[in-house]
């Protein structure tokens, strides 16, 4: 019986005419946008959560439209004087927005387990980013049910899901949200809990606090704000929502030299990573000092002297040759001091070294980003190098290395 | 004489579904009931004559001058009088407050207003309430409110959907006696209503409507006489307009 | 009584048959919210490489200020006023100017108190795009509904908007007050919007079909 009046409910729920919208929205923001959280575990559970975060928006709308209506139709009084417990007539209501979030949440999160798996190897979507979306479903669908029961207007309710929403970007520590899931991160357990059980309030209190037209319940609904704002100020008291993950037990690397060393759900960046440090070492004659091994950042302790340069996918496998190449360079010219009044001429000559040694790892422009280079750096001489055999680029570097240790005389060799 | 509202041809819908289809009346001087069951097309009908809806075919004429232009549409609107059947209002207005800004919304001049209020406001017999707040008022009386609404400045054609809605029997009878006295200042009042004992105590002319269209036309008395020997019903007239629906096919 | 208090009783029950001090107090938060956020910078989540951009705050400020600006249209007596001459027509008009004018004196100099004034001026531009869609979706929905619109136009912005380092030719949000391609696609829509506004009779909706104005 209770679950007939739930389907009742959402059959006749006006979300029923947005579920396309949304899941369509939901769709088009996971394969819309840069695609490189595919085959990363953690990374296609962070980008499915995202959606919700927009389509919140709708539903928040939705479930005030859906509790405000009870209103405006003049059933306030019937549901006052209802046998049954104000939170089991209205939950229903609440619920059949939730499943509507939640229709339009669900086929996000499969299409990126589907997309993800053949690249992504053992392993799962992470159920604490799913939980966070779930979690951002169920707040707006409660903050929109909430404020609809306490403004009868059509008009005041979303603007105050907005605000929830929109306010979130301002206030980091009440994100609900994360904008990517890197392996060297995971959602903080307290932060989650914590996000639970403040959801969870919201919830009750949209369900159990009379709505303003029916008259009394002041006391009710200043308990429930103060409350709230109690709820609010443990949610930024649990900390960030990411925190950092300890390394693993053993890293994922390759057999080649130098070694190549990434967190294991990445890897399928595995084999592209190892052939631009190939690419780094197969200079001839020994012009660059090409280290035996690079590492993810996060595999080794940030005590370690060199884990400053170790390498992070930031864009996919495109940010890595800028670690790389930063890597080998302070190793072939380590402890440089620019004297006074040449900082301009070393600058130019290093970030055409660096530009080049950026472009030859990846094996494409790409790796310099939208923006083309460093500044001063001249792209056609560098592509004109990159197209010469194997010995001349070397004498090319031997010579950009040389014109460096000419300008700052204390380089070491 | 010349009617003050002429429907010529007049198909009404939305999107592809028809709601009123090609339908030809005239409205005059007096008291129109309008009859029919749920879903008739009454409450469309009334908005396109009130302009609130274009129509999709067909012409208005309102006093003579056709509804075609959008120029023509608001002048038109200063001559009619349109009570929906749930109408909205600000809580916190006076009676004076509603009736006035209801004079404001037909264009009624600013140096008229004022008297047009209070008269409209003496006619529903709300002066001594006219500084009370509609929030404080009873259902009937902010009936009477949405009534003098509709009258302010004088309109020509009256367009009432459902007025009576929710009112007590004395109410009704209240009621009544408005729409006599509308009758008499020779206005021409559209009554919109699922009673006939309404139609029977005001009305000068009757139309039945079923599935969007005008299915009979004629006075009370004559609605009276269609009765069929076993037509159901509790008066005579509620007995003529079974007949008439179910010569139309539209009830069991 | 005078005309002068006439006009003033007029004005008095037209500003309280559209809550106008509601909406005044809903401007007070949001400049409230502009002068916060004036001095920075919003991170969202976004379809570039990065996942993310960010953004200035004159990209979301204007928001609330044309959702209040077009919103203030609706009316208790909206059902009645659905059968007004033209009269109500003249003065939502006037009425829409009169938000319009006061939502960018107050957002452009919130933002001026802790941004620049090219930031109050990219405020302003954006905030003439939110209210003429606010305004056609005030027409196509309802105009209680008149947040659908511009919310989805800062969803598509924000989440398709910028390649990362340039924004694209129809994120005229994003654009540096100096674009003169922005402020005519601005003006272009807020055209667009007063056009939904006053071309058409007033209370028909186009969706769902007879719902009131």
């Not at chain 2, 206005?187 to 009979?216: F, K, P, Q």
């Not at chain 3, 938060?29 to 951009?53: K, M, Q």
């Not at chain 3, 001026?121 to 309802?142: D, K, P």
Request: proline share 6%.
């Amino acid at each position: 019986m209770r679950f007939g009046v739930f389907w009742t409910e959402v059959r006749r729920s006006p979300l029923r005419w947005w579920l396309p919208v949304l899941m369509a929205l939901d769709v088009a923001m996971l394969v819309g946008r840069d695609t490189a959280w595919i085959g990363v575990w953690p990374q296609a559970s962070a980008a499915a959560q995202l959606p919700a975060y927009f389509f919140g928006l709708v539903l928040g709308g939705g479930a005030a439209w859906v509790a405000g209506r009870v209103h405006r139709a003049g059933l306030t009084e019937q549901l006052a004087a209802s046998t049954r417990a104000r939170w089991r007539v209205e939950l229903p209501l609440l619920a059949s927005t939730v499943f509507y979030g939640l229709a339009a949440f669900v086929p996000g999160a499969v299409l990126a387990a589907v997309v993800s798996t053949p690249e992504a190897g053992p392993g799962f979507l992470w159920p604490s980013y799913l939980a966070l979306g779930v979690c951002l479903v169920v707040l707006s669908a409660a903050t929109g049910h909430l404020a609809g029961k306490l403004w009868e207007s059509r008009f005041v309710p979303p603007i105050a899901v907005a605000v929830c929403l929109f306010g979130q970007t301002m206030l980091r520590p009440f994100r609900f949200y994360v904008l990517s899931g890197h392996p060297q991160v995971e959602v903080s357990p307290a932060a989650l809990a914590v996000r639970v059980a403040f959801v969870l309030l919201i919830a009750g209190f949209a369900l159990a606090i009379p709505p303003r037209a029916a008259g009394g319940g002041q006391w009710a609904r200043r308990g429930a704000g103060v409350a709230g704002a109690a709820g609010l100020v443990a949610v930024a008291m649990a900390g960030p929502v990411q925190v950092e993950r300890p390394a693993p037990a053993s890293a994922l690397c390759s057999d080649g030299t130098p070694q190549v060393c990434v967190w294991p759900e990445n890897r399928k960046y595995l084999p592209v990573v190892s052939a631009m440090a190939t690419r780094f070492s197969s200079l001839p004659n020994g012009v660059l000092t090409v280290p035996p091994a690079f590492y993810e950042k996060g595999l080794r302790s940030a005590a370690h002297p060199e884990a400053g340069g170790d390498f992070q996918f930031l864009a996919g496998e495109l940010s890595v040759p800028m670690f790389m190449a930063s890597t080998v360079l302070s190793r072939t010219l380590p402890d440089c001091e620019v004297p006074g009044g040449a900082e301009e001429r070393y600058s130019q000559q290093v970030f055409t070294l660096d530009a080049y040694l950026q472009v030859r790892g990846l094996g494409d422009a790409r790796a310099l980003g939208a923006g083309g280079g460093p500044p001063g750096v001249d792209l056609r001489e560098i592509a004109r190098v990159l197209g010469l055999p194997d010995n001349a680029q070397a004498e090319w570097v031997a010579e950009r290395l040389a014109a460096i240790r000419g300008i700052s005389g204390d380089c070491r060799d | 004489m010349e009617p003050v509202a002429k429907l010529r041809g007049i198909r009404q819908g939305y999107r592809r579904r028809d709601v009123i289809v090609d339908l030809d009346l005239d409205i005059r001087h007096g008291v129109l009931g309008l009859l029919g069951p749920n879903g008739a097309g009454k409450t469309t009908l009334l908005r396109t004559l009130a302009t609130v809806v274009p129509p999709k075919r067909g012409a208005i004429t309102i006093s003579g001058v056709p509804v075609d232009s959008r120029r023509a549409t608001m002048e038109a609107r200063r001559r009619i009088g349109y009570l929906p059947q749930h109408f909205g209002y600000y809580p916190g207005f006076t009676v004076y407050d509603f009736v006035r800004y209801s004079a404001w919304l037909r264009g009624v001049p600013a140096r008229e207003a004022d008297a047009a209020t209070r008269e409209a406001i003496g006619f529903v017999d709300l002066t001594d309430r006219s500084r009370a707040k509609l929030k404080s008022l009873s259902g009937g009386m902010i009936r009477r409110c949405g009534i003098a609404s509709a009258i302010v400045g004088r309109p020509q054609l009256v367009l009432l959907d459902e007025p009576t809605v929710g009112l007590d029997p004395a109410q009704r009878l209240e009621f009544r006696s408005l729409v006599r006295k509308l009758k008499d200042d020779r206005v021409a009042v559209v009554l919109s209503t699922h009673l006939v004992e309404d139609v029977a105590a005001v009305c000068d002319d009757v139309v039945v409507m079923a599935e969007g269209r005008l299915v009979w036309r004629g006075d009370p008395e004559a609605l009276r006489e269609v009765a069929a020997p076993d037509a159901e019903g509790d008066s005579p007239l509620e007995r003529g307009y079974m007949s008439v629906l179910a010569a139309q096919g539209a009830v069991a | 009584m005078t005309a002068v208090t006439d006009c003033w009783a007029g004005l008095r029950r037209y500003a309280q048959a559209h809550h106008l001090a509601q909406v005044s107090a809903g401007y007070a938060a949001a400049t409230v919210v502009a002068v916060i956020a004036g001095g920075h910078d919003f991170v969202l989540p976004a379809a570039n490489s990065r996942g993310w951009t960010e953004m200035a705050s004159t990209v979301a400020t204007p928001l609330p200020f044309a959702m209040l600006a077009a919103g203030s249209l609706h009316s208790s007596m909206a059902s009645l006023e659905q059968a007004a001459s033209g009269r109500l027509a003249r003065a939502e008009v006037a009425h829409l100017a009169a938000a319009l004018l006061l939502a960018a004196a107050l957002l452009g100099t919130a933002t001026l108190v802790t941004g620049s004034p090219g930031g109050a001026a990219e405020g302003v531009r954006n905030l003439l795009i939110y209210v003429g869609l606010a305004l056609i979706s005030g027409r196509l929905f309802s105009r209680s509904l008149s947040w659908v619109v511009p919310v989805g136009a800062f969803v598509l912005v924000d989440f398709w908007g910028s390649d990362g380092v340039r924004p694209r030719w129809w994120a005229w949000q994003f654009m540096v007050y100096d674009s003169l391609w922005s402020w005519v696609a601005a003006g272009a829509v807020l055209t667009g919007g007063v056009a939904a506004l006053v071309a058409r009779p007033a209370g028909r909706s186009l969706w769902p079909p007879g719902r009131r104005a």
